[in-house]
């Protein structure tokens, strides 16, 4: 049997070392390439694409695939839907590991959203806003022309921002409740725009906002595959690697 884990999340790298550790199940670990250069999981690792579906049902067929772990970003939707249909085709088994989306407590002051563009309804010109989104989605906020607006990602940029009224902010996670209050206070951050990815490590930054009282605005989830096996949890995702 080998597994292919679908990674590019903390709970994958989590995955990938137990299974490394084990050394009970042949994996390989997939990237998509975004990260420039991605941390060792333990596993045999592929970084880029796969060349659309037919070239992901290629290279399942090729490497003897007999089983797909999706860990992917909640956002990576194209992904998941992909790999559960491309799957369900070939008689494989899948599973998607689904962290549970954020909910907002007490304090909390956020505004839920279904797409980027929606922001500006919301957001005051001469606002400064901290986009916790990536920058692949950045020409989506081309309408907030009257703000400042700061975009954080791992690797240094490769161009410039998009937009003159913007600028990126270079910084690899985790960060703590403290960094990030430290940051938002430094750029006099006025809003933070998010996706609603989950998790307990970049949930700091909600935590953040709350306790200087900063709007947050909550990009919703987009549809996940359906009729699919799916867990929560990294133990739930290695018990069910367990009984393949």
Known sequence: MTLLLLAGTGEAALIARDLAAR???AAVASLAGVTRAPRPVGLPMRIGGF???AGFRTYLQEAGISAVLDATHPFAD???HRSARVCRDLGLPYCQLLRPPWTPGPGDCWIMIAREEEAARHI????TVFLATGRQTLDRFANLSQCRLICRQIDPPDGPFPFPNGD???GGPP???ADEIETFTRLAVDWLVVKNAGGEVPRTKLVAARD???GVIMLAR???PDGVERVQTVNEALEWVSKL
């Open 23 to 25: 050394g009970q199940v």
């Open 51 to 53: 060349g659309g579906e």
């Open 78 to 80: 194209r992904i998941s």
């Open 124 to 127: 005051a010109p001469g606002s």
């Open 168 to 170: 990126f902010l270079v």
């Open 175 to 177: 960060f703590s409740v």
């Open 212 to 214: 200087l009282g900063i």
């Open 222 to 224: 987009p549809a996940q």
